[in-house]
């Protein structure tokens, strides 16, 4: 009786009540949960194997066409068991061979250079570190103005000196496997890396002109990178030390004073996984001696740059990067742009 009088009221029946009932309780569930979400703070959400990937493959390789370069995120938290390999391209205008540290008066070159480079990312004592091996294969065309006013050419091409990277994130950067770090969320990280220069570049005794150095070369360095949401901003400083060339120029002995280094950073990340960044650099000491005779090359200079990084597939990127003379009082002034692929696997 009381479904009749419910139908011919056009009342609903307890069933349809109970089903209405569940629905709003559901809407109003999922109304204050979506109000709780909107609460809280900017994070990254979880990300799985893939999207790790693209996230961590543009902050890892910088291949150089010169010393003097510029390297965002080289501390930047990543996984372990991490690899990736880099080729690349650049190409330099000015008064730089593939050492800036040796700077040649009234010299300019163009120079065309291809890089190799690897990283392989470890765990050291729960914390992150990673080995990063670099290539270079250079072509140049130079000229220099002699002491009589005149100009001669020249052109070199051949392997340059090896570099091998070693870093070790000392704060805020444990070793994570890629399901751990998908919960991680870089704050500040604290770390320090070693750069060893391995003179294994064409070379000839009897040139100024000349793509290897034929010495080597160490660069302790410390580096501290900060996380604001989407910006990270990074500062490195460091130390090149070099041991001595005894076949400079027709057997004399060259030595070198340390040359100083500093880096600022400031990097963008965009949803996409797409970033840019302001890059400079500032050079200062690196005094040469010549068979005991003081030379007037101290180097003084600062450089600024920007880069951009985008992906192309879930494992690969590409990175443009420029970086310019902004002041020289002494030594280099040059221009160079690098062009680099990268792919990453686990």
């Known amino acids: 009786m009381k479904l009749v009088l419910k139908l011919v009221l056009g009342m609903p029946s307890d069933k349809t009540i109970c089903m209405m009932s569940i629905f709003f309780e559901k809407k109003l569930h999922l109304q204050k949960k979506n109000e709780y979400l909107n609460s809280l703070p900017m994070?990254?959400?979880?990300l799985n194997k893939n999207r790790i990937i693209l996230l961590i493959v543009f902050?890892?390789?910088?291949?150089?066409?010169?010393?003097?370069?510029?390297?965002?995120?080289?501390?930047?938290?990543?996984?372990?068991?991490?690899?990736?390999?880099?080729i690349g391209y650049g190409f330099i205008d000015g008064n730089v061979l593939t050492d800036p540290s040796l700077p040649i008066a009234?010299?300019?070159?163009?120079?065309?250079?291809?890089?190799?480079?690897?990283?392989?990312?470890f765990g050291l004592a729960n914390k992150l570190a990673r080995i990063q091996v670099t290539i270079p294969y250079v072509f140049v065309d130079g000229s220099i103005e002699d002491t009589y006013g005149g100009?001669?050419?020249?052109?070199?091409?051949?392997?340059?000196?090896?570099?091998?990277?070693?870093?070790f994130n000392l704060l805020g950067s444990p070793a994570l496997e890629t399901k751990d770090f998908k919960n991680f969320?870089?704050?500040?990280?604290?770390?320090?890396?070693?750069?060893?220069?391995?003179?294994?570049?064409?070379?000839?005794?009897?040139?100024?002109?000349?793509i290897g150095a034929n010495r080597w070369a160490f660069k302790p360095e410390i580096g501290i990178s900060k996380r604001f949401?989407?910006?990270y901003a990074e500062f490195y400083t460091g130390v090149w030390f070099y041991t001595q060339n005894n076949d400079y120029f027709v057997k004399k002995e060259l030595t070198q004073q340390p040359t100083f280094?500093?880096?600022?950073?400031?990097?963008?990340?965009?949803?996409?996984?797409?970033?840019?960044g302001f890059n400079s650099n500032w050079f200062v000491g690196g005094r040469s001696i010549i068979d005991d005779i003081s030379q007037d090359s101290q180097l003084d200079n600062w450089r600024v740059g920007g880069i951009f990084s985008t992906p192309i597939t879930k494992n690969q990127s590409?990175?443009?990067?420029?970086?310019?003379?902004?002041?020289?009082?002494?030594?280099?002034?040059?221009?160079?742009?690098t062009l680099n692929y990268q792919y990453s696997f686990f």
């Open 261 to 276: 280094s500093f880096q600022a950073h400031a990097s963008y990340y965009f949803k996409n996984k797409m970033w840019i």
């Open 318 to 337: 590409i990175k443009l990067q420029f970086h310019v003379g902004a002041f020289t009082n002494k030594g280099l002034s040059y221009d160079e742009v």
């Open 106 to 121: 009234n010299f300019i070159i163009r120079s065309h250079n291809i890089g190799l480079g690897y990283v392989h990312t």
């Open 185 to 210: 969320e870089q704050k500040t990280i604290l770390g320090v890396s070693l750069v060893t220069s391995i003179p294994t570049g064409n070379y000839y005794g009897n040139k100024k002109m000349n």
């Open 43 to 46: 994070q990254i959400p979880l």
């Open 229 to 231: 949401r989407n910006l």
């Open 59 to 86: 902050i890892l390789v910088i291949i150089p066409a010169s010393s003097q370069n510029l390297e965002p995120r080289a501390y930047g938290n990543v996984p372990k068991n991490l690899n990736v390999i880099a």
């Open 151 to 167: 100009v001669k050419t020249g052109s070199r091409n051949g392997f340059g000196d090896a570099k091998i990277r070693f870093g």
